[in-house]
């Protein structure tokens, strides 16, 4: 009886402690931009007849010039195909890149204008099988606070033989 009593205090304590600190973080909401639809489908079909499948992809809560951090397990020697896609709206797009040992690996940058405009796209082959940072970050005129940025990690599969 005495277990019995002590699990369910346990219990209880448990249940108001987490409650307590469940208040301190602020979740990432989705952001959902139904313009990028079409260049996603259309990223997804290129890059499917040239050997890549999608391993990750999310939409990305963004505000004007500030890092949406994405932490990814890479594995040494296999290709990988990073695509950022930023709000239209923007007028500069970046994407760092850094290894496990904090080392800039990759720097991309696009300006409203160009031709690739809102899309960030490199290939990128690990030296070594460990977590990375991709940083995008973009740069909006009127320094919106809820920009939608979208993210996809491709893999390129194997030959089939």
Known sequence: MRIIILNTFLLIALLFYKQSYSQDV????ECINDSFLPQIDSIKRVMLEKGYTTVREASLNMESEYEAPVIAPLTQGAWYYFIFIGDVTSRLYEVRMYDANDKQVVYKRNQWAEIDGNIIGYAFIPQFTELHMVKPVQVNKKKKKNLCGYIM??????PVE
């Open 26 to 29: 602020i979740p990432q909401k």
């Open 153 to 158: 990690i491709l893999k390129r599969l194997p």
